[in-house]
């Protein structure tokens, strides 16, 4: 069982994460100023430029809504514990990536590695 103190840490260090994450998303979605006559090539690497940023949008969303998940864990009791078995993910694990949902597969115990 997580600690109360790990538990307020890992919410902080969430909470900081969300905001830097939100920020991101913002900053991202804020429409580019057009140029008056673009050439050909400006407008080849725009288009490949909006490829990467709506990648980059879809990672940061997934990741808000890992961390937005893991916050309501914390709320409802069920923080630490796996959401695809009810094992406890390693305080390590937590503490590398506060939003972890599961054991990572090489940490099970059940492996029989």
Do not use: F
Not at 27 to 49: C, F, R, T
Request: proline share 5%.
């Amino acid at each position: 069982m997580l600690s109360a103190e790990l538990i307020a840490q890992m919410k902080e260090a969430l909470l900081a994460e969300r905001a830097e994450v939100e920020a991101d998303i913002r900053e991202m979605s804020m429409p580019e100023i057009g140029l008056d006559n673009p050439e050909l090539d400006d407008i080849a690497q725009d288009a490949v430029d909006d490829i990467l940023q709506g990648s980059s949008l879809a990672v940061l969303n997934n990741l808000l809504l890992k961390i937005n998940n893991a916050l309501s864990r914390i709320e409802d009791g069920t923080y630490g514990v796996a959401i695809d078995g009810g094992e406890a993910i390693p305080e390590e694990v937590l503490r590398k990536e506060p939003w972890a949902e599961k054991v990572p597969p090489i940490m099970h115990k059940s492996c029989n590695c």
